[in-house]
């Protein structure tokens, strides 16, 4: 199992400029989750997902948009970047029935907008 | 809203010596307290959790203490290693959700 995937490693935005970051699990898992981690900080919810079709907003969803067509994919998509959005995003999964479960993580893609 | 308050930010030990980081949490229905280390440009990888059914969680050198009523949960690592040395994350959940809330991490040092 490849495990949880993250493409572009790295990134650099303009202000303005649009992306979308990828995540894919092969692990079968029903939840997955997007973090921003700033430096020195701990990681951030900014979105999740508890199965295909179904999202919701975590502690700091401003300037983003998720969406869960597979249960497979959960790409995070940043509209109009922003320097505050200067971060490593880090895309995890877990298999879940609401009480607490491993989070297994991507390896994280490094974005900088200028 | 709910946070987690992490302590050390920093903290040097020397190889064989012992190491505690407390976190605070103020969610009283969280059930759920997970450890992440992680080390330099790398993913955070989970080292050991606990339930709140449990006082007390061991892994060989790593330990797990969990206070409920005080709402605080410490991570013990005994006979510390130079491989040791990262950046440690709590975190709590949300409620009885999936949903965590980290700390903000504390780096350790084991010096040789």
């Known amino acids: 199992n490849a495990g949880v995937t993250q493409t572009p490693k790295f990134r650099i935005l303009k202000i303005g400029q649009s992306m979308t970051l990828q995540c894919a699990q092969d692990?079968?898992?029903?939840?997955m989750y997007w973090y921003r981690q700033d430096p020195g900080m701990g990681l951030k919810l900014i979105y999740y997902s508890v199965g295909a079709g179904i999202t919701d907003k975590g502690e700091v969803p401003n300037g983003y948009n998720v969406s869960r067509s597979t249960t497979e994919d959960f790409p995070l998509r940043l509209e109009l970047a922003a320097p505050s959005q200067t971060s490593v995003y880090f895309c995890a999964s877990s298999y879940s029935r609401g009480q607490g479960y491993e989070q297994y993580f991507g390896p994280g893609t490094r974005l900088t907008v200028t | 809203g709910e946070n987690v308050e992490q302590h050390p930010s920093t903290l040097s030990v020397q190889e064989g010596d012992s190491a505690v980081i407390k976190c605070t949490y103020s969610d009283s229905a969280s059930n759920y307290f997970p450890w992440y280390k992680q080390e330099l440009g790398k993913r955070p990888q989970l080292i050991i959790d606990?339930?709140?059914?449990?006082g007390e969680k061991k892994d060989q050198r790593i330990a797990v203490t969990l206070n409920k009523t005080a709402k605080h949960f410490s991570l013990h690592i005994t006979e510390t290693q130079p491989e040791d040395s990262a950046v440690y994350f709590c975190a709590a959940s949300m409620g009885v959700t999936d949903k965590l809330i980290f700390g903000t991490g504390t780096r350790l040092q084991v010096f040789p």
């Open positions: 606990i339930r709140s059914n449990v």
């Open positions: 692990m079968n898992h029903n939840y």
